[in-house]
């Protein structure tokens, strides 16, 4: 329901709300918002150009997304995808506009609301993995993303929901809070997992953008479901150090974003080498100078891309999905590109014995335990499960991860290793002897389910491709599909060798170009002031 603040009452209401929120920060009162400015899928750079304009401050700008979030979070639509706003948010927004003052733009992401998932390590706040086991562990450091955001000049507005340890693909729920994650396109369905309060907020225009994490879905897959660009890297582009950890060796951080422009300015300031992950050894050669270079309206013209049929046609495949699938291949066809349809991938329809999957949550976790020091809230997975501090769905898998075994002393982790480099090698080969600049296939073959509901068609087809070959992908909205009487975003996924992101950025970028596909939910709309 649209919430209109037409009585000074109920504007000092919020006012008062606000500052609520922002105990502990010294700064001056609320500023007025400012006229003319849209905040409602405002982008990166129309925030810096109202900025340089003087038509906007970082202050304005934080207090009109926490109006968002006090209208639309707990109350309204009831998204619930916010565990906790910071308080500090204000007084760096102060900061930035007093540096803005004396030098302008201090960086790429200058006064920009983040919202980042909470799984992400921050100094100044808790870091819980969706769980109350962690609600009160405070990292000792930042993440390294959370770092390079910062030292960018992005404000770390929320944490967000996910689900809990980052078990779940399919929905957003934990112990951190109470209750689902809801979907802001339809608010009795799911937004995706585990990135889920991420992908429900920058949807809704809650930040300007997020940090989400993928381990074999998880940034891809509430982007989907919520008309956003995700993007997933090639393994060692990006550093996981400082991210609660599901699956280390498929791990992936990265930005939400409702534009491909957006979410690549917040990819640059990720990209790089960091000396605490060692598997990003190979950014420092491979890694781009500026991605935001490889924004080309025309950059479909003269690429080969494959289609992965098996994906697109699977059985469960939604009528609906598959007909915005045949008319993004008609866009890319008109925009320049060769489609060969279809390409076979032999190791993804006739999967290996073994699989592609280690079990190592209990090794991963209690090594990410070990890094917060004494101040640690738990040690052990074992305390844990002892604490009783996590929702009742993931009991189970924690009680099974007691029995992993480190991934150095496991044959099944062996045999998934051995499996996923000839995926990699097989999926490389393919697309070299046939000059495929990339493939792409539906992220999800059906639309988002009603929460609860854990047995109709999921659709999921992030699983496979990208995390067990490292490879990098991009999702793009793709438009929408009516399901009872709802318009239910859908996902184009495009995938590339290592190191390929140049080229799925052009790709994605000439693509959102030619479609604008992304269409703000009607549960969210803009507050009037």
Same mark, same amino acid.
């Given at each position: 329901?649209?919430?209109?603040?037409?009585?000074?009452?109920?504007?000092?209401?919020?006012?008062?709300?606000?500052?609520?929120?922002?105990?502990?920060?010294?700064?001056?009162?609320?500023?007025?918002?400012?006229?003319?400015?849209?905040?409602?899928?405002?982008?990166?750079?129309?925030?810096? &150009?109202?900025?340089?304009?003087?038509?906007?401050?970082?202050?304005?700008?934080?207090?009109?997304?926490?109006?968002?979030?006090?209208?639309?979070?707990?109350?309204?639509?009831?998204?619930?995808?916010?565990?906790?706003?910071?308080?500090?948010?204000?007084?760096?927004?102060?900061?930035?506009?007093?540096?803005?003052?004396?030098?302008?733009?201090?960086?790429?992401?200058?006064?920009?609301?983040?919202?980042?998932?909470?799984?992400?390590?921050?100094?100044?706040?808790?870091?819980?993995?969706?769980?109350?086991?962690?609600?009160?562990?405070?990292?000792?450091?930042?993440?390294?993303?959370?770092?390079?955001?910062?030292?960018?000049?992005?404000?770390?507005?929320?944490?967000?929901?996910?689900?809990?340890?980052?078990?779940?693909?399919?929905?957003?729920?934990?112990?951190?809070?109470?209750?689902?994650?809801?979907?802001?396109?339809?608010?009795?369905?799911?937004?995706?997992?585990?990135?889920?309060?991420?992908?429900?907020?920058? &949807?809704?225009?809650?930040?300007?953008?997020?940090?989400?994490?993928?381990?074999?879905?998880?940034?891809?897959?509430?982007?989907?479901?919520?008309?956003?660009?995700?993007?997933?890297?090639?393994?060692?582009?990006?550093?996981?150090?400082?991210?609660?950890?599901?699956?280390?060796?498929?791990?992936?951080?990265?930005?939400?974003?409702?534009?491909?422009?957006?979410?690549?300015?917040?990819?640059?300031?990720?990209?790089?080498?960091?000396?605490?992950?060692?598997?990003?050894?190979?950014?420092?050669?491979?890694?781009?100078?500026?991605?935001?270079?490889?924004?080309?309206?025309?950059?479909?013209?003269?690429?080969?891309?494959?289609?992965?049929?098996?994906?697109?046609?699977?059985?469960?495949?939604?009528?609906?999905?598959?007909?915005?699938?045949?008319?993004? =291949?008609?866009?890319?066809?008109?925009?320049?590109?060769?489609?060969?349809?279809?390409?076979?991938?032999?190791?993804?329809?006739?999967?290996?014995?073994?699989?592609?999957?280690?079990?190592?949550?209990?090794?991963?976790?209690?090594?990410?335990?070990?890094?917060?020091?004494?101040?640690?809230?738990?040690?052990? =997975?074992?305390?844990?499960?002892?604490?009783?501090?996590?929702?009742?769905?993931?009991?189970?898998?924690?009680?099974?991860?007691?029995?992993?075994?480190?991934?150095?002393?496991?044959?099944?982790?062996?045999?998934?290793?051995?499996?996923?480099?000839?995926?990699?090698?097989?999926?490389?080969?393919?697309?070299?002897?046939?000059? =495929?600049?990339?493939?792409?296939?539906?992220?999800?073959?059906?639309?988002?389910?009603?929460?609860?509901?854990?047995?109709?068609?999921?659709?999921?087809?992030?699983?496979?491709?990208?995390?067990?070959?490292?490879?990098?992908?991009?999702?793009?909205?793709?438009?929408?599909?009516?399901?009872?009487?709802?318009?239910?975003?859908?996902? =184009?996924?495009?995938?590339?060798?290592?190191?390929?992101?140049?080229?799925?950025?052009?790709?994605?970028?000439?693509?959102?170009?030619?479609?604008?596909?992304?269409?703000?939910?009607?549960?969210?709309?803009?507050?009037?002031?």
């Amino acid at each position: 329901m649209l919430l209109r603040y037409r009585a000074e009452s109920t504007v000092l209401l919020i006012l008062l709300s606000l500052h609520l929120l922002a105990v502990g920060a010294c700064a001056p009162a609320d500023s007025p918002s400012p006229s003319g400015f849209a905040l409602e899928e405002a982008t990166i750079a129309e925030i810096h &150009a109202a900025m340089e304009a003087g038509e906007l401050t970082a202050r304005q700008l934080v207090e009109m997304y926490l109006e968002r979030i006090e209208a639309y979070d707990k109350r309204g639509p009831a998204l619930n995808a916010i565990i906790r706003i910071n308080p500090l948010a204000l007084e760096r927004a102060d900061e930035l506009d007093a540096a803005f003052a004396e030098s302008g733009l201090t960086g790429p992401l200058h006064g920009i609301p983040i919202i980042v998932k909470d799984n992400y390590d921050t100094h100044d706040l808790p870091t819980s993995g969706g769980s109350l086991s962690l609600a009160d562990s405070i990292p000792p450091d930042d993440a390294f993303q959370v770092r390079r955001i910062r030292e960018a000049g992005a404000i770390v507005l929320a944490k967000s929901n996910m689900a809990e340890f980052a078990f779940s693909p399919y929905e957003t729920i934990g112990s951190a809070i109470p209750g689902y994650t809801r979907n802001p396109y339809a608010t009795n369905r799911v937004p995706a997992g585990s990135s889920g309060g991420t992908g429900a907020a920058v &949807a809704a225009n809650f930040g300007a953008a997020g940090l989400g994490t993928d381990t074999g879905n998880s940034i891809r897959g509430p982007s989907s479901h919520n008309s956003l660009v995700g993007i997933r890297s090639t393994m060692g582009l990006t550093s996981r150090d400082g991210i609660v950890p599901l699956y280390f060796n498929r791990d992936i951080g990265g930005p939400m974003a409702r534009t491909v422009a957006d979410a690549v300015t917040v990819f640059d300031v990720l990209a790089g080498y960091d000396p605490a992950d060692p598997v990003t050894q190979g950014a420092q050669e491979h890694r781009a100078e500026s991605y935001a270079e490889f924004l080309n309206a025309d950059g479909l013209r003269g690429k080969r891309i494959g289609v992965v049929r098996y994906h697109a046609n699977a059985d469960n495949t939604h009528t609906g999905v598959l007909q915005r699938f045949d008319e993004a =291949l008609e866009v890319l066809r008109a925009q320049g590109a060769e489609i060969v349809d279809p390409v076979q991938i032999d190791l993804l329809e006739n999967r290996p014995e073994g699989g592609f999957w280690c079990a190592r949550f209990k090794y991963d976790l209690e090594n990410y335990l070990a890094s917060l020091g004494p101040e640690a809230p738990v040690k052990t =997975l074992e305390e844990i499960i002892e604490s009783r501090r996590f929702h009742n769905s993931v009991r189970q898998r924690l009680q099974r991860s007691m029995e992993e075994i480190p991934p150095d002393e496991s044959e099944p982790c062996a045999l998934a290793a051995e499996n996923s480099a000839r995926l990699a090698e097989e999926v490389a080969g393919l697309m070299g002897e046939q000059s =495929l600049d990339a493939l792409v296939y539906p992220s999800w073959s059906y639309p988002p389910r009603l929460i609860g509901d854990l047995a109709s068609p999921a659709g999921d087809n992030s699983q496979i491709l990208a995390p067990q070959t490292g490879f990098p992908a991009i999702t793009v909205p793709m438009g929408f599909v009516t399901l009872e009487d709802r318009e239910l975003p859908a996902g =184009l996924q495009i995938l590339g060798v290592a190191w390929s992101e140049p080229t799925l950025i052009e790709i994605a970028y000439a693509y959102e170009q030619a479609t604008q596909h992304r269409v703000p939910p009607t549960t969210t709309p803009p507050l009037e002031r």
